[in-house]
């Protein structure tokens, strides 16, 4: 999924150096929900407030557990699989971490 942004949320990373505190209440102030921060003409990091980082994790660890609660269920509901261990489950979902980045 492909973010977009503003022109507002889009400030030169010598900018955002120069007017750090600004930005950062903006941020707070909710001025902007989002700054991407461009270097060489690309959006290289986003700043977001404490409180929508958090959310965003959140949201990642419920759809994690979800996955492995889905995973859990389908396992135990064909009775035509052996259970792995939990070294080998970990070591499914690592290889699945990496191929998805």
Known sequence: MKVSYTTEELIP??????GFGGFISKII??????LAIVKNNKPEAVVISIAEYERIKMLANLAEDLSIQQMVHERIGDGKRELLDYDEYAKQRRSKIKHAI
């Open 13 to 18: 990373s010598t900018e955002f150096a120069k």
């Open 29 to 34: 102030k909710g001025s902007v929900e989002k």
